[in-house]
């Protein structure tokens, strides 16, 4: 027993949510470091004292610790904003139990994460965007997007067609294949072009927050709420990208649903509608089947979503791309580093097409990143790589490498499949011969004539 006190007495101090443990009678029993620094108050201003004592704003009826020891049912993630002892205004999301022994209530403890700095960092980025009508995205375009096997290429055409009109948009694909950036192409290419571009991550947020957000609060709607605009009116006439639509409440998913149908929200506490005009593109980074089969999706919502859908084929089914990312990688970082490298080692070649990339371009990028940092010299090689990255990736290099993906799309002819592979390799043999096509045509055992022909089949620039 002595060891487990210890061991709760050490998470109670350590842990960064805020811990409040009232007893039956309503008194704090513990009040640990987080919750000092959220509320303002000293632990010894709090413990063996009358919660309402020291909460005297608060009542038995809006305390949700009283609400759940008088119900004995808990309450989630509720979204909170108040202003503590220091008159700083904050903001929580608090989780709310009854603790029972043998059937009875006796007492409540409530855990509460700190988001403040979160909403304090969500305004400064209204009102600099209210007040410098940040709406673009940047000049990114379906030109800027890496790429040319027939998977990824299908991919891209499908999301140049949705650019073309405002229907919804549901992404998918593994992390790390570039959702976002097809979803800011898509809004660069369409008519919304000079409206805002506004992206939340469905997965970083809780609930209670996350509504507050996305749909925005109005002030005397609940103990603290402001009036603040959600994002879907901050988006108006633009793009609202909801990433990872998947890891969104079922409960909040409805109301987006109702949205979406409608053209109207009401934001969190008020009873006024109001208009908007938002493009939805949504991703997610599993098959939505399968979301919907766990009951992470709603079936209805997906079809509300799912009106245009673009697959990203992940990095592992389009390794023909591989040697394109290498030498896009290695010339941006040879710019940003003040580096020199013009060759890659073949082991990195080798390496890098055996291994199933489970990051995927993202994974790739990070690695090349971190081996130019280390680079000395003009030639690229697997030293330069960290202990990890050599042991996952080229501590097995017996096997022949796999320079096409092995999952063929029968949907794609033999020939265009083919003409692709053909490409990948040709440019490897020029990074291979830094650009000097004589050499490169002596690497692949052609003539220069024929792969100079070749380049200009495959539209390769020297």
Not at 149 to 156: D, R
Request: proline content about 3%.
């Amino acid at each position: 027993m002595q060891f487990y006190r210890e061991l709760l007495d050490i998470l109670i101090k350590y842990i960064e949510e805020g811990i409040h443990v009232i007893d039956s009678n309503g008194k704090t029993i513990i009040y640990n470091k987080a919750m000092e620094g959220l509320e303002g108050l000293e632990g010894v201003e709090v413990i063996d004292k009358k919660f309402l004592e020291i909460f005297p704003s608060l009542n038995e009826t809006t305390s949700t610790l009283y609400r759940v020891m008088n119900t004995g049912e808990p309450i989630s993630d509720k979204y909170q904003n108040y202003v503590n002892k220091l008159g700083h205004n904050i903001t929580a999301v608090n989780t709310t139990v009854p603790i029972k022994q043998d059937g009875l209530v006796v007492g409540a403890v409530e855990i509460s994460r700190n988001f403040t700095k979160i909403i304090d960092l969500y305004d400064r980025i209204t009102h600099l965007r209210e007040k410098n009508n940040i709406n673009k995205v940047g000049t990114l375009s379906f030109e800027n997007i890496t790429g040319y096997s027939s998977n990824f290429l299908k991919a891209v055409e499908n999301a140049k067609k949705a650019s073309k009109s405002s229907s919804t948009v549901l992404i998918c694909g593994d992390t790390g294949t570039g959702k976002e950036v097809f979803a800011k192409c898509i809004h660069n290419e369409s008519n919304r072009f000079n409206k805002p571009f506004i992206a939340v991550n469905c997965a970083a947020l809780p609930e209670g927050l996350l509504e507050g957000i996305l749909f925005g609060t109005v002030k005397g709607g609940f103990t603290g709420a402001v009036d603040r605009p959600g994002l879907f009116e901050q988006s108006d006439g633009g793009t609202l990208l909801l990433d990872e639509i998947n890891s969104m409440s079922v409960a909040l998913q409805a109301k987006l649903l109702r949205v979406l149908q409608e053209g109207y929200l009401r934001r969190v506490g008020d009873i006024k509608d109001i208009p908007v005009n938002v493009r939805i593109i949504a991703t997610t980074n599993e098959d939505p089947q399968v979301a919907i089969n766990k009951g992470a999706l709603r079936k209805d919502l997906f079809y509300r979503l799912n009106v245009v859908n673009i697959l990203i084929p992940p990095l592992r089914e389009r390794k023909e791309d591989i040697p394109l990312f290498i030498k896009e990688f290695v010339a941006k970082y040879n710019e940003s580093l003040s580096k020199n490298v013009w060759e890659i080692s073949n082991e990195i070649y080798d390496g890098f097409m055996s291994y199933d990339w489970p990051g995927n371009v993202r994974e790739l990028k990070n690695y090349i990143e971190g081996a130019m940092n280390m680079v000395s010299g003009h030639i690229l090689k697997k030293e330069f790589f960290t202990p990890q990255v050599q042991e996952l990736i080229f501590s097995n290099n017996n096997k022949t490498p796999s320079y096409v993906s092995y999952e063929y799309d029968f949907n794609v002819a033999i020939d265009e499949y083919m003409d692709s592979v053909e490409k990948s390799i040709i440019l490897r043999a020029l990074i291979q011969a830094k650009q000097n096509i004589s050499e490169a045509a002596r690497l692949l055992k052609l003539k220069r004539q024929t792969l100079q022909h070749k380049m200009k089949k495959y539209n390769i620039n020297n």
